[in-house]
């Protein structure tokens, strides 16, 4: 399948229903299963606990990050970047901290599964 929508493509990395496309300046696409964030769209209106909602995209939507990025990597349901600063950036299904320990995400009572 030709993807019409992506160019310049420098680097591919595929999840379990979505995958993520680096171009040579820097920029993330993402296009698939974007219930938990993996697509990294915006997290209004999305519940961070379950139930979670199905949501998805057809065609290649941008992931907006702060700085240029040098690599991608995908998990499960999240994904990571590595940018030319050498920051870590990281979106998607957090349910085993595989994105963040920080403490907010780890109460077992009132657990957030998603980051984004």
Excluded at 4 to 22: P, Q, T
Excluded at 56 to 73: A, D, H
Excluded at 89 to 116: K, T
Aim: net charge negative.
């Amino acid at each position: 399948m030709l993807i019409k929508d992506l160019s310049n493509v420098k680097m591919i990395s595929c999840g379990s229903d979505h995958f993520l496309s680096l171009s040579n300046d820097g920029k993330v696409y993402a296009m698939g299963d974007d219930t938990f964030g993996q697509c990294g769209q915006s997290g209004e209106n999305r519940s961070t606990t379950a139930p979670f909602f199905e949501k998805r995209y057809g065609k290649p939507q941008l992931v907006v990050l702060p700085e240029k990025v040098v690599k991608i990597v995908s998990g499960y349901r999240h994904n990571m970047a590595i940018t030319d600063q050498g920051n870590l950036f990281g979106w998607g299904y957090n349910n085993q901290q595989q994105l963040s320990y920080a403490e907010n995400y780890a109460q077992e009572e009132n657990p957030w599964h998603a980051i984004f």
